[in-house]
Nanobody, 126 residues
């Protein structure tokens, strides 16, 4: 069983920065990719960013490109999302997800991921 524990959310003003982290807790943990999704009230959960185990291949939704950076630390089984130039529309609960069984390879689909964190709130004030 794998538990994903997120941390680092909070309140920040427009233009500010936050770093959210996700640590995988398990006796053994191997993953093909990890990702961040977010969900705002009344909205569907949307893909934000993903990264493969090598840390080389990353993907971002267009709205965060150039502002957010996803990175991974395989020694600590942790994935980070550095968020810069935050906007009010980035306000959401951010969830990390782990793909431990390579499926379709569609990293933007939530169905690709078997484990999810509990979510961490990010609020950007205008």
């Amino acid at each position: 069983q794998v538990q994903l524990v997120e941390s680092g959310g909070g309140l920040v003003q427009t233009g500010g920065s936050l770093n959210v982290s996700c640590a995988a807790v398990a006796r053994t943990f191997f993953y093909y990719g990890m990702a961040w999704f977010r969900q705002s009230p009344g909205q569907e959960r949307e893909f934000v960013a993903s990264i493969d185990r090598s840390g080389i291949t990353a993907d971002y939704v267009d709205s965060v490109k150039g502002r957010f950076t996803i990175s991974t630390d395989n020694v600590k089984n942790t994935v980070h999302l550095q968020m810069n130039s935050l906007r009010p529309e980035d306000t959401a609960v951010y969830y990390c997800a782990a793909d431990t069984f390579y499926g379709s390879g569609n990293v933007r689909s939530e169905y690709e991921y078997q484990y999810w964190g509990q979510g961490t709130q990010v609020t950007v004030s205008s």
